[in-house]
């Protein structure tokens, strides 16, 4: 697997628009695993992320196998299995990479730096590649998986400013991506117009995710600056997704490998 940050550092200079599945753990059926890769395999991802903000079983390594056997080589390797922990428990040397996730939208300190501190005794047992990642909960309209576990209120979605200066300051701090989160389920997405102001003030890339239930959902947050979305609900109701809402829309998608 290559360097899966420098991978995306480059689509970005490049213009080209990442895609990532979402897949929960505590959601999967495992009698419809098999279709349910197929689908993957079958659809624009470009990464599969794997966690939640509970994660009650230990099946972690199990599903990432799973995954990598099933997962064809497309032309440029299988896809990059990427963690998206809620907590230091949710780790597995399996996977290629995590996401070191640090609330900084939240002034919950167990979530800006205590689950990291104790995660590190796991990691370095791990050859994973350790992404830092600032993670921004932005409000979506219902209170989310995320807000209720962390304890943390989201930001205001009509502020932008505010959601900008916090963005700035996770760059500030050398986190490597911003992650600006609606929510497992959310009833609305990030604000185009918060998406585009954020991408056009920090030079790292930014990942999207929460409340998107479409295609055109996807190419407008690619337009506002998201250089990788996260779809997450959407795919986990309807394995279709993708093929559904091509048929829908006809819109061109802007997805590439890499």
Do not use: C
Not at 40 to 52: C, E, K, L, R
Not at 168 to 180: D, F, R, S
């Amino acid at each position: 697997m290559t360097n899966i940050y420098n991978s995306i550092i480059k689509a970005k200079a490049e213009n080209r628009k990442l895609l990532a599945i979402l897949l929960d753990p505590d959601k999967i059926v495992w009698e419809n695993l098999e279709y349910l890769i197929q689908k993957i395999n079958q659809s624009p991802a470009t990464h599969v992320f794997i966690g939640g903000s509970h994660v009650q079983n230990n099946i972690l390594d199990e599903l990432i196998v799973r995954l990598k056997e099933s997962f064809p080589f497309r032309g440029r390797g299988a896809l990059p299995i990427v963690l998206f922990p809620g907590n230091s428990s949710q780790i597995s040397a399996k996977a290629d990479a995590i996401l070191f996730l640090s609330l900084i939208s939240g002034r919950n300190p167990d979530y800006l730096i205590e689950h990291q501190v104790n995660a590190v005794p796991i990691l370095k047992k791990t050859q994973l590649e350790i992404i830092s990642t600032g993670y921004i909960l932005i409000e979506s309209g219902n209170e989310t998986a995320v807000s209720r576990v962390s304890e943390t209120k989201p930001l205001d979605r009509n502020n932008s400013d505010y959601a900008t200066h916090t963005a700035q300051a996770g760059e500030m701090l050398g986190h490597k991506l911003i992650y600006l989160e609606a929510g497992s389920g959310a009833k609305q997405a990030v604000p185009f117009e918060m998406i585009e102001k954020v991408s056009n003030n920090i030079e790292i890339p930014l990942i999207v995710g929460g409340g998107i239930i479409d295609l055109q959902g996807i190419q407008k947050a690619y337009e506002a600056g998201a250089d990788l979305v996260v779809i997450g609900t959407a795919f986990e109701n309807d394995p279709n997704f993708f093929e559904y809402q091509e048929q829908k829309s006809k819109i061109v998608n802007h997805h590439s490998t890499i």
